[in-house]
C-alpha cells in the first residue's frame, strides 16, 4: 500500500522515527553525553531501522521460508557503532549461490527503503567467499570488512564468514597491513600528512579518527583482534599507548557530533570559522596571550599528536615483530658502549642503559646517534620508556655531556630536523629547551602559518639544513658558515614567545637569553643568539617595505646588524622562517628581496677583492650581460654598463643574460613609445612577471593606479610590485602576478593581450577609469569575513626617509585591492615615487613612499587623518 506521496507507510514511519531519533541524539549530545555514548545510540536508532526494513523486503518479496538464506552485516563506522549523527550506513548482504537471484530482489528493496527514509547508503551483495577475496586484494575493503558486525540472519554463514576473513588475514598479515598501510598513506597525502595541519579533518588527517581505526584494522590483520581494549590485554598494545588512544577517541567523537549536529549534515572538516564557534561551545575563555581558538586548537593537537605518536608504534611492531623475531633479534645482538645493543633491525638500551636514560637526556642523545649511526630504527620498548620517564620527569640543570651531544646534534646538518622531532615526541627536548613545553601543539591562528608553533619551529631548521645541497646563493652561503649550530638554536626557539601577552620578539630576546645560559654558550655567541631571536623579523621587513635603492635604508639596517657574521645568520634565518611557514609562502621574488638587501648591507662590512663571494657572484652575473651585447649594439659601451649596473639583484639573479639584453635593448623604443611592457611567465611562481619602462619626464600622472587598474580589470592577482629608476630617468615598473583564468602558463597571445592593455592605459590621452566585471569568476574563500581578525591598518613614517612620507597598509588581500588603494593616492594628490607589494597568502603588505605634488613631505595632521580615512574606507568598501 502506497500512501499519498508514493512512499509506503513504512518508509514514512521510519523517517519520523529517525528524524525523531536524532533530536533526541542532540539533547542527549548536548547535556554532555560522551561522543561514543551517543554514537552507540545513535547505531541503536540505525539498527531498529534496517531491521525493521530488512523485515519488510523479506515479507515483501515472500522470502520468510528462505529468511535464514542470508545475513546482513553493518561494516566500516556503522559496524564499529562509532558513527556519527549523519555518516554513511554501510551494510553487506551475505548469501549463498544458491539464493543470489532471491538476495537481488532482497537488495533493491532494501537499498530504496533506506534511501528513502534519509540514510545515505554504502551496499555491496556478495558471497563470504567474494567478500574475502575481494578484502584481501583492497586494502580499503578489508579496512572496512574488518569492522564486520551481525545485524540479522544466519549466524551460521556469518560465522563462516568472518572465521574466513579473520584466518585469512592472519595468513597473509605482512601483504595486508602493507595494502591497508599504503591506503591510509595515501588517504593522509589528501587529507594532510601533518599532525599540525591548521585546518584539520578529524575523520582523516594524521592523527585523527583514522589513525585509531588503523591500529584497529592493523591488529585484526595480525593479531585477529580490532577491539582496542582487546589489544591491550593481549599485550600488543602498550597500555600507555591504549589510553593515549581512548582519551582521544572520547574526544574526537563528541567533537565529531557537534560538528555533524551543527551543519545538520556530514561534516569532517574543521575550517578557521568552525574551530572560532567549538572554541565557544568547549567552553575556552582565552588568556592575555592566546584566543579561545588558540587554546581549543592546542587541546585537539595534544590529542592528535598522542594518536599519531601511538599509532606509528604500533603500526611499526605490527608491520613484522612476533615474539619469535624479538626473541632472535636480542639473541643475535651485540653490544656498543656498554648500555646499548644492535640488532639486525634495531636499536635498544639495556636494563641498566633505560635506567639510565630516563634520568639523564645525555644518554638518550648518545642512544639517538647510535640509532643514526648503524641506520637502526631505535625499539619501541625502549621508546616507551624514556618517553613514559620524561613524562613525570622533573626539569632540572642539565650536565656538561648533555650540552656537549646536544651541540654535535645541533651542528650537524644530516637528519637534524627528523632528531629533533624524535626529542621532542619523547619529551627529551624540553628537558633542555625548557621552553618547547609551552609551545607543544600552540596554534598560530591566521591564514598566514600553516602549523603549530613547535612544528613550525623544526620546519624552520629543516628548511635550513636542507640548503647543505642547494646550488643557489643561499646555499653557497650556509655551506660556508662557521657556526651552524647557532643558527640551528636560533631557528629552533626563534618563536617560542609565541602565545603570551608580550610582544613574542621581545620575549623570545629573553628566552634566548635564558637558553645560552642553559647551553653555557660563549659571551659572544650568547649575544647573537639574542640578537637572531630578537630581529628575527627585522630582515624581511626591511626588505619587503623600503626602498632598497635609497642607501638610508641599508645603512639603518646595517648599524643594526652590526657584523658580516650576523648578517649571513640572519639572512638564512629570515629565509628558513619564511620556507617553513606553509607551502608556496617563500618565491623567488621574497628571495630577490632579501638577497638584494644583503648584498647592499654585506658591502658596509666587507673589503671583499671584486671576485670574493657573493659580491663576485652578482659582479659575474653583470659580466656574463655585458658579454652577450651584440657588436651592433656595443657603440654606447657606457650606456650598457651603466643600464646594467643598476639591475636589481633579484632581476640579475633570475634573468638569462640574453633575454636581459634584450629587455634593455627594448628601452630605446621609448624615444618613439610612451610605454613598453612585457610580460614573462616564472614557472617556479606559477605566475607573470610584467615589466612596465615608462620616462619619468613623459611619465602621464596616477601611472600606478593605471597600470594596477589594467591588471585589476584583467582579473590578475597582484602578488607583488615595485617600482625601480633605471639610468636615464626611465621607471621600471614590475608586477608579480597570477592570471585566475588559466591553471598554468597562459598563452603568449594572453600575455601580449594583458600588454597592449596596459599601455593602451598609460595613454596620456586616455582619461576613462577601468571597467571591472560585475562578478569575478573566482570568489573569495569560504568564511573569509568572519576570519578577518587581524584589523587594517594605516601607518605613516615620516622619519626613516629623508625626502618622503612612507605610507604602508596592513590589509586583507582581494582582487582589486591595489587599484582601490592606488587610485585613492592619486585622488588626493600624492605623487608616488617608490612602492613595493607584498602579499602574505591572505594579507597584503602595501607600502607607498609618496609627497606633495611640491615634493614636500606629508606632515598636516588633518590631510593625514583624511588620507587614513580614504584608504581604509577603499578597503572596506571597494565598490565606494
Request: glycine content about 6%.
Amino acid at each position: 500500500m502506497k500512501s499519498e506521496g508514493g512512499l509506503p507507510p513504512i518508509v514514512l514511519r521510519l523517517r519520523d522515527r529517525l528524524l525523531e531519533g536524532r533530536l533526541k541524539l542532540r539533547a542527549q549530545h548536548d547535556s554532555g553525553s560522551p561522543g561514543l555514548q551517543v554514537c552507540l545510540c545513535h547505531a541503536d536508532l540505525l539498527d531498529s531501522i534496517v531491521l525493521d526494513i530488512f523485515d519488510h523486503a523479506i515479507d515483501e518479496e515472500g522470502l520468510s521460508e528462505k529468511a535464514g538464506c542470508f545475513t546482513l552485516v553493518a561494516h566500516g563506522g556503522y559496524g564499529r557503532r562509532d558513527v556519527a549523527p549523519f555518516s554513511d550506513v554501510d551494510l553487506m548482504l551475505l548469501h549463498s549461490k544458491a539464493v543470489a537471484e532471491d538476495a537481488g530482489r532482497i537488495a533493491r528493496s532494501l537499498v530504496k527503503c533506506i534511501g528513502d527514509v534519509g540514510c545515505m547508503l554504502g551496499f555491496s551483495m556478495c558471497t563470504p567467499q567474494q567478500a574475502c577475496k575481494l578484502a584481501w586484494s583492497d586494502g580499503k575493503v578489508f579496512s572496512s570488512l574488518a569492522e564486520s558486525r551481525l545485524l540479522t540472519g544466519s549466524v551460521e554463514l556469518f560465522g563462516k564468514y568472518i572465521n574466513r576473513l579473520r584466518q585469512g588475514g592472519r595468513h597473509r598479515s605482512r601483504s595486508m597491513i602493507k595494502k591497508v598501510e599504503a591506503a591510509r598513506r595515501e588517504e593522509s597525502r589528501i587529507y594532510g600528512e601533518t599532525v599540525f595541519l591548521l585546518e584539520p579533518n578529524v575523520k582523516r588527517s594524521r592523527g585523527a579518527l583514522r589513525d585509531i581505526q588503523l591500529v584497529r584494522w592493523l591488529g585484526f590483520a595480525k593479531f585477529g583482534e580490532c577491539d582496542l581494549d582487546q589489544l591491550a590485554q593481549l599485550g600488543h598494545l602498550a597500555q600507555e599507548d591504549h589510553r593515549a588512544l581512548k582519551r582521544a577517541y572520547q574526544f574526537l567523537l563528541r567533537l565529531r557530533n557537534q560538528m555533524h549536529f551543527e551543519a545538520g549534515k556530514s561534516q569532517d572538516q574543521l575550517d578557521r570559522a568552525l574551530q572560532i564557534r567549538l572554541a565557544e561551545w568547549s567552553g575556552f575563555e582565552g588568556t592575555d596571550g592566546l584566543l579561545p581558538v588558540e587554546q581549543f586548537m592546542q587541546r585537539y593537537f595534544e590529542h592528535t599528536s598522542e594518536v599519531r605518536y601511538s599509532s606509528a608504534q604500533f603500526v611499526g611492531s605490527a608491520k613484522w615483530q612476533s615474539p619469535l623475531a624479538v626473541s632472535l633479534e636480542h639473541s643475535i645482538s651485540y653490544p656498543v658502549k656498554r648500555d646499548y645493543r644492535v640488532g639486525w633491525r634495531h636499536v635498544w638500551a639495556s636494563r641498566s642503559g633505560l635506567e639510565r636514560m630516563k634520568r639523564d637526556p645525555a644518554a638518550v642523545l648518545e642512544l639517538m646517534k647510535i640509532s643514526s649511526l648503524y641506520g637502526k630504527a631505535i625499539e619501541h620498548r625502549t621508546w616507551q620508556e624514556i618517553r613514559s620517564a620524561m613524562l613525570t620527569r622533573q626539569i632540572s640543570e642539565i650536565d656538561s655531556v648533555t650540552i656537549q651531544r646536544f651541540w654535535e646534534l645541533l651542528s650537524s646538518s644530516n637528519s637534524l630536523a627528523t632528531q629533533l622531532r624524535r626529542l621532542h615526541e619523547l619529551r627529551v627536548l624540553e628537558q633542555i629547551v625548557p621552553e618547547m613545553t609551552h609551545a607543544r601543539c600552540l596554534l598560530q591562528f591566521n591564514q598566514y602559518h600553516k602549523y603549530t608553533v613547535d612544528a613550525h619551529s623544526i620546519r624552520a631548521v629543516e628548511c635550513a639544513t636542507e640548503l647543505a645541497t642547494d646550488p643557489s646563493l643561499l646555499g653557497i652561503i650556509y655551506r660556508g658558515l662557521n657556526n651552524r649550530a647557532l643558527l640551528h638554536l636560533a631557528l629552533l626557539i626563534h618563536d617560542l614567545g609565541k602565545g603570551y601577552a608580550e610582544d613574542h620578539s621581545e620575549l623570545g630576546r629573553i628566552i634566548a637569553e635564558r637558553t645560552a645560559d642553559r647551553l653555557r654558550l660563549s659571551a659572544q655567541d650568547k649575544e647573537t643568539l639574542m640578537f637572531l631571536v630578537h630581529q628575527h623579523l627585522l630582515l624581511a621587513h626591511t626588505a619587503f617595505r623600503f626602498d632598497l635603492s635609497d642607501n638610508k635604508a641599508a645603512v639603518k639596517f646595517a648599524s643594526i646588524v652590526g657584523s658580516s657574521e650576523r648578517l649571513q645568520l640572519l639572512l638564512l634565518l629570515t629565509y628558513a622562517d619564511l620556507a617553513s611557514v606553509g607551502p608556496d609562502v617563500v618565491n623567488q621574488w621574497k628571495i630577490d628581496l632579501l638577497l638584494q638587501l644583503y648584498y647592499q648591507t654585506d658591502s658596509h662590512f666587507r673589503d671583499d677583492k671584486p671576485g670574493e663571494g657573493f659580491r663576485g657572484e652578482i659582479n659575474a652575473r653583470r659580466s656574463s650581460i655585458l658579454r652577450v651585447v651584440p657588436d651592433s649594439l656595443k657603440v654606447d659601451r657606457q650606456w650598457w654598463e651603466s643600464q646594467v649596473a643598476a639591475l636589481p639583484i633579484g632581476y640579475l639573479m633570475r634573468t638569462p643574460p640574453q633575454i636581459a639584453v634584450q629587455e634593455l635593448a627594448s628601452l630605446s623604443k621609448l624615444d618613439q613609445l610612451p610605454s613598453l611592457a612585457w610580460g614573462r611567465y616564472i614557472e617556479s611562481q606559477n605566475a607573470v612577471e610584467y615589466t612596465i619602462a615608462t620616462r619619468q619626464t613623459g611619465r602621464p600622472i596616477g601611472t600606478f593606479h593605471r597600470i594596477t587598474g589594467a591588471l585589476s580589470s584583467l582579473g590578475m592577482q597582484i602578488n607583488a610590485a615595485d617600482i625601480h629608476t633605471q639610468p636615464g630617468e626611465i621607471a621600471w615598473d614590475r608586477f608579480l602576478v597570477e592570471d585566475k583564468q588559466f591553471e598554468g602558463p597562459p598563452p603568449q597571445s594572453r600575455i601580449d593581450e594583458v600588454c597592449q592593455k596596459i599601455n593602451a592605459a598609460l595613454d596620456p590621452q586616455v582619461l576613462a577609469p577601468p571597467t571591472f566585471p560585475i562578478r569575478w569568476p573566482y570568489g573569495k574563500a569560504k568564511n573569509t569575513e568572519s576570519l578577518q581578525i587581524q584589523p587594517t591598518q594605516v601607518r605613516f613614517d615620516n622619519s626613516t626617509s629623508d625626502s618622503h612620507t612612507i605610507i604602508t597598509l596592513f590589509a586583507y588581500d582581494r582582487l582589486g585591492l591595489l587599484y582601490s588603494v592606488s587610485k585613492i593616492l592619486f585622488e588626493m594628490q600624492l605623487i608616488l615615487h617608490f612602492a613595493k607589494i607584498s602579499t602574505h597568502v591572505d594579507q597584503v603588505v602595501d607600502v607607498f613612499y609618496v609627497t606633495d605634488v611640491n615634493g614636500e613631505k606629508l606632515t598636516e595632521s588633518t590631510r593625514l587623518y583624511m588620507i587614513r580615512q580614504r584608504l581604509l574606507q577603499a578597503v572596506r568598501n571597494p565598490g565606494k
